[in-house]
T-cell receptor
Framework: DQQVKQNSPSLSVQEGRISILNCDYTNSMFDYFLWYKKYPAEGPTFLISISSIKDKNEDGRFTVFLNKSAKHLSLHIVPSQPGDSAVYFCAATGAGSYQLTFGKGTKLSVIP | ETGVTQTPRHLVMGMTNKKSLKCEQHLGHNAMYWYKQSAKKPLELMFVYSLEERVENNSVPSRFSPECPNSSHLFLHLHTLQPEDSALYLC????????????FGSGTRLTVV
């Protein structure tokens, strides 16, 4: 049973517009959430994270929102750029755990 | 050189072969991980080493054998694999007790024929 779900395998967005990537989780013990970005033929790279004590974290064009009651988080990219085209993975972990649990990823295509 | 380096980048092996994947990190991290990424599946954690001791083994078949000789190096020894083991194998490292961010290598694309 998947504990971290990214229900949209792909998303296309026009350059300059907002990209919203969604992620749902089922494990109430998760207290830290991360987004990774992956280009073809490269490993995932860390993008942004959020602790469960917050509901928003912002870093430049990237903002992650956390809704604990809904067990839902989202990544907003504003404005979207062609270089943002990649696969985005949502990941979660709990206190004292070494393990990051990943979603299947969402492939974002930003159209010039 | 910095970051996490994996070799080889691509590997094709027969089901009776023995091969090893290598991972090296130059970040001073004290935990290292092997993940498997199969098509249309999430990244699956295989093994975790913390301070050179294996702390997690997620029900991985014995044909995969990890080795962590020191905090900078991690190996995955492969023996009598099956075609369904074909996948991208990713190594990662992190510093326990601080951030839970992993730094990943570029992966080894393994094809079992």
């Amino acid at each position: 049973d998947q504990q971290v779900k990214q229900n949209s395998p792909s998303l296309s967005v026009q350059e300059g517009r907002i990209s919203i990537l969604n992620c749902d989780y089922t494990n109430s013990m998760f207290d830290y959430f991360l987004w990774y970005k992956k280009y073809p033929a490269e490993g995932p790279t860390f993008l942004i994270s959020i602790s469960s004590i917050k509901d928003k974290n912002e870093d430049g064009r990237f903002t992650v929102f956390l809704n604990k009651s809904a067990k839902h988080l989202s990544l907003h990219i504003v404005p979207s750029q062609p270089g943002d085209s990649a696969v985005y993975f949502c990941a979660a972990t709990g206190a004292g755990s070494y393990q990051l649990t990943f979603g299947k990823g969402t492939k974002l295509s930003v159209i010039p | 050189e910095t970051g996490v380096t994996q070799t080889p980048r691509h590997l094709v092996m027969g089901m009776t072969n023995k091969k090893s994947l290598k991972c090296e990190q130059h970040l001073g991290h004290n935990a290292m991980y092997w993940y498997k990424q199969s098509a249309k599946k999430p990244l699956e954690l295989m093994f975790v080493y913390s301070l050179e001791e294996r702390v997690e083994n997620n029900s991985v078949p014995s044909r995969f054998s990890p080795e962590c000789p020191n905090s900078s190096h991690l190996f995955l020894h492969l023996h009598t694999l099956q075609p369904e083991d074909s996948a991208l194998y990713l190594c990662a490292s992190s510093q326990t007790g601080q951030t839970r961010r992993y730094t990943f290598g570029s992966g080894t694309r393994l094809t079992v024929v």
